[in-house]
């Protein structure tokens, strides 16, 4: 009987510690990604080094447009330490599932596609298109309604690049149309006064009006033919990172278009005219 009596304890007791050990287990791994970055200070980003989206400077500092915004928003919730974590664009997103690091901090367009795989944060930054002009803009180009509204003017494109298909859109004439093979075709092209205006991405434009004498930037505009061509970036969470993402939401969308916001990324090349237009929802729809 003794002997029966000390089993039945033991089993109780076994199972009694079994129990809190379990329930320990379930606690540890309950803990959320940001449960666990304000407790530690830190929080891991993937960034693809690409200029000035996010990238590593020669001396190893992390920045670009997404990074620090994500320093910026973070500090706001408690998380002080950024730690960066270099990947290739195409692995940023399986490197975010495998848990390599905790949001995707690298200018990544909003897609429906990318959507399906991933949650974003409401965008940070919208890109549209800008036209090159020589210095002055002596013809008054704005955007490609100008090039239509004024026979007498060419316009430069890039080949395979999108703006060819935007210029016939608008409504521009075949014949107004110059296709060139190459970026600084584009440029010396303004430069001889062989175009009086090239259409790219407003931040090429921005680079290469930097980068070339006798030449500027238009503002850079955001539709053509009443429709939307701006892309749109943001930062990518896990799917089961809800409250990660939902802070870091909250004090993004305080931060975007704020003073400190402009101030932090026009020296990156964005600003005022890189605001976004459109909501991740609207976004992960297609819209």
Do not use: W
């Not at 500027?216 to 061509?229: L, Q």
């Amino acid at each position: 009987m003794l002997m029966s009596h000390i089993s039945r304890r033991a089993v109780v007791k076994a199972a009694a510690c079994l129990a809190l050990a379990a329930t320990a287990f379930t606690s540890a791994h309950a803990e959320t990604t940001l449960e666990r970055a304000k407790k530690d200070g830190y929080i891991r980003v993937g960034f693809a080094n690409e200029a000035p989206f996010g990238f590593a400077t020669p001396d190893g500092k992390l920045t670009g447009e997404a990074p620090e915004v994500a320093k910026a928003v973070l500090a706001k919730m408690g998380i002080k330490q950024v730690d960066g974590v270099l990947t290739e664009f195409g692995s940023l997103i399986p490197g975010l599932k495998a848990g390599r690091f905790d949001i995707i901090a690298a200018g990544m367009f909003i897609t429906p596609k990318r959507c399906a795989e991933i949650n974003f944060s409401e965008p940070s930054y919208g890109i549209g298109e800008a036209m090159l002009v020589a210095k002055g803009n002596p013809k008054g180009v704005k955007d490609f309604s100008s090039i239509k509204d004024n026979p007498d003017l060419k316009l430069a494109v890039m080949a395979g690049a999108v703006e060819g298909g935007f210029a016939k859109d608008a409504g521009v004439a075949d014949g107004q149309i110059v296709t060139l093979p190459d970026q600084s075709s584009l440029v010396a092209a303004i430069q001889a006064g062989r175009a009086d205006a090239a259409a790219l991405t407003a931040l090429s434009i921005a680079d290469m009006a930097k980068k070339a004498d006798g030449v500027e930037s238009t503002k850079p505009f955001g539709e053509v033919a009443g429709k939307s061509v701006k892309g749109h970036g943001g930062f990518g969470f896990r799917k089961e990172d809800t409250d990660l993402q939902e802070a870091f939401n909250a004090e993004l969308k305080k931060f975007i278009g704020s003073p400190e916001h402009i101030a932090l990324v026009e020296p990156l090349g964005f600003g005022k005219d890189y605001l976004p237009n459109k909501t991740t929802a609207q976004l992960c729809k297609g819209e």
